[in-house]
């Protein structure tokens, strides 16, 4: 899941950034409107996490913005964080089009916990998803193959989830890079191709992931 975190306060941004990249969220951060901006010209959200009150501008018309303004790349989910707590302030982010309204101070955990229960929202294949014998419950974490478990790390389990979302469609390592890293990323290590690795050791045989050379991979169940 690749995350925009909008938050003036370095201190805080660093630490929640920090955090969700401890869960393997790929996380882009903007400390004014004007970077979240440009960041939503060029690059789709899983989730915006925005806060309201930005030195450039009102984090509550960077909502509305993106539920209509063409130039804009709508996140597929919007996250309020703030510290408003007004029920009218909360009313009126919910009203301008977020999915979500987190009052600061707050614990870690809730914000993971609702980035979960967006996640699932957004997900039009529900919570499970099954193909080739695996079977991933986006709700726990947790997934399996022909009923065994398997050992993921975060990274492992969102690259698989990415890739159970596009059977047998071709995705190239940039793609994987935009969609299940972020930002600080660098496009020509070889951490795509690392990670993919130890998924498939971890995947096991027949193989449900294959590489096409020279243009990148495709995922599907073994006929």
Request: glycine share 10%.
């Amino acid at each position: 899941m690749r995350i925009l975190l909008v938050e003036d306060d370095p201190d805080l941004a660093e630490i929640v950034a920090l955090g969700l990249r401890n869960e393997s969220y790929a996380v882009d951060v903007a400390g004014t409107y004007a970077t979240a901006e440009e960041l939503l010209v060029t690059t789709t959200y899983d989730v915006a996490c925005v806060d309201l009150g930005l030195p450039d501008g009102d984090g509550l018309d960077l909502v509305r913005r993106v539920g209509h303004d063409g130039h804009l790349r709508r996140p597929r989910r919007c996250l309020v964080l703030t510290a408003r707590d007004a029920v009218a302030d909360r009313v009126g982010g919910l009203d301008a089009g977020a999915d979500d309204y987190l009052v600061k101070p707050f614990h870690f955990a809730e914000l993971l916990a609702r980035l979960r229960a967006l996640a699932r929202r957004a997900d039009e294949h529900g919570t499970t998803l099954r193909a080739g014998g695996l079977t991933l419950d986006l709700a726990a974490h947790r997934a399996w193959r022909g009923g065994t478990p398997l050992a993921l790390t975060g990274r492992e389990f969102s690259l698989l989830r990415y890739f159970m979302h596009r059977p047998g469609q071709l995705i190239s390592a940039e793609e994987l890079l935009e969609h299940v890293w972020d930002a600080h990323a660098d496009p020509f290590t070889a951490s795509v191709r690392v990670i993919l690795s130890r998924l498939r050791r971890k995947l096991g045989d027949p193989p449900l992931i294959v590489t096409v050379t020279g243009v990148g991979y495709r995922f599907g169940a073994p006929s």
